[in-house]
C-alpha cells in the first residue's frame, strides 16, 4: 500500500476540530492523519487481502521514513501477533 500525505505530520496528528487558517477567513484545516492510517489499514485488511498475511515490511523515504519507525509498533499491533512485521 502506497500513503501519501500532505501536512508533513507523518500520520501522527490528530485533532477534533478543525483548526482556522490565520489570515484566510472560514478556511479551516483538518487534522486526521492517524485516522486516515487507521482507516487504511482497516480497509486493506478486510478488502485487500492483507487480514491472511503472514508477513508485512513497512518502509517509506524521507518523511515517510519517519513514519515508518512512528508506526511500525502500532502497525505490528494491528496485524496481530502471528503476522511478522518488520520496519526498514
Known amino acids: 500500500i502506497?500513503?501519501?500525505y500532505?501536512?508533513?505530520a507523518s500520520f501522527s496528528?490528530?485533532?477534533?476540530?478543525p483548526w482556522p487558517v490565520p489570515g484566510s477567513a472560514g478556511d479551516v484545516l483538518h487534522f486526521r492523519g492517524l485516522r486516515n492510517l487507521d482507516a487504511t489499514l482497516e480497509y486493506a485488511k478486510e478488502h485487500l487481502g492483507m487480514g491472511?498475511?503472514?508477513?508485512?515490511?513497512?518502509?517509506g523515504t524521507s518523511a515517510g521514513?519517519?513514519?515508518?519507525?512512528?508506526?511500525?509498533?502500532?502497525?505490528?499491533?494491528?496485524?496481530?501477533g502471528s503476522v511478522r512485521t518488520t520496519a526498514a
Do not use: N
Open 2 to 4: 502506497f500513503m501519501p
Open 6 to 8: 500532505g501536512d508533513g
Open 13 to 17: 496528528g490528530y485533532r477534533e476540530e
Open 52 to 59: 491472511d498475511a503472514a508477513e508485512m515490511v513497512v518502509t
Open 65 to 80: 521514513g519517519l513514519s515508518t519507525f512512528l508506526h511500525a509498533d502500532r502497525i505490528a499491533d494491528f496485524m496481530g
